[in-house]
């Protein structure tokens, strides 16, 4: 059974404060590591694809880092803003179709 | 910037009833998905639908379970006889080719009664 886990849960941060979260999957059979941003009542918004080990992405304040070979990924954002606060998800994608997702950590950040 | 679109946004439906869910992905993808996050856990596969048959499917997609793209554009989900444990949110996703990201939609609320 693939198993995604993120860490942590949830996370409360001071506007302007830099965070990280973790997620960690399977090593073997590895495609794509793909990064969602949920906020409550609207679909998960696509962040990052990533497919290569060593891979690093950014979108504005948000970069991701990708190791294939011990299977985590960390998603970091600089300077926090209230509008950065959502649930993040990663999601493995092994040899087939289908996202495996994590559970997601709940990032809230307080004015 | 064209997106996936949902409906109903919210189904509310007795037990034993078929539901039909409806999804309008983005008209140049070539892959189609179903997924479900119930209430306080991760979100699950369900099926993938490529080139007008199902590429896969998940252990939860069983017999009462269907899907269908009857025309150009929508892909809809069928739940033939519909349980408590049914219920649900149920996001249809899209994306043109593999390696690329899915696109949601925002998701049916399914609530069984």
């Known amino acids: ?111 | 910037e064209p997106e996936v679109t949902q409906t109903p946004s919210h189904q509310v439906t007795q037990m034993g009833q078929e539901v039909i869910l409806r999804c309008v992905p983005i008209s140049n993808h070539l892959y189609f998905y179903w997924y479900r996050q119930i209430l306080g856990q991760k979100v699950e596969f369900l099926v993938s639908f490529y080139n007008n048959e199902i590429s896969e499917k998940s252990e939860i997609f069983d017999d009462q379970f269907s899907v269908e793209r009857p025309d150009g554009s929508n892909f809809t989900l069928k739940i033939r006889s519909t349980k408590l444990e049914d219920s649900a949110m149920y996001f249809c996703a899209s994306r043109r080719t593999g390696g690329q990201p899915q696109h949601f939609g925002d998701g049916t609320r399914l609530s069984i009664l």
């Open chain 1, 1 to 111: 059974i693939l198993n995604v886990e993120q860490s942590p849960q949830s996370l409360h941060v001071q506007e302007g404060d830099s965070t990280n979260f973790t997620c960690s999957f399977p090593s073997s059979n590895f495609y794509a590591l793909h990064w969602y941003r949920w906020e409550t009542a609207k679909s998960p918004e696509a962040l990052f694809v990533m497919t290569l080990n060593g891979d690093e992405k950014k979108k504005g304040r948000i970069s991701a880092t990708l190791n294939t070979k011990e299977g985590y990924s960390y998603l970091y954002i600089k300077g926090s803003q209230p509008e950065d606060s959502a649930t993040y998800l990663c999601a493995f994608e092994g040899g087939s179709e289908k996202l495996v997702f994590g559970k997601g950590t709940k990032l809230t950040v307080n004015p």
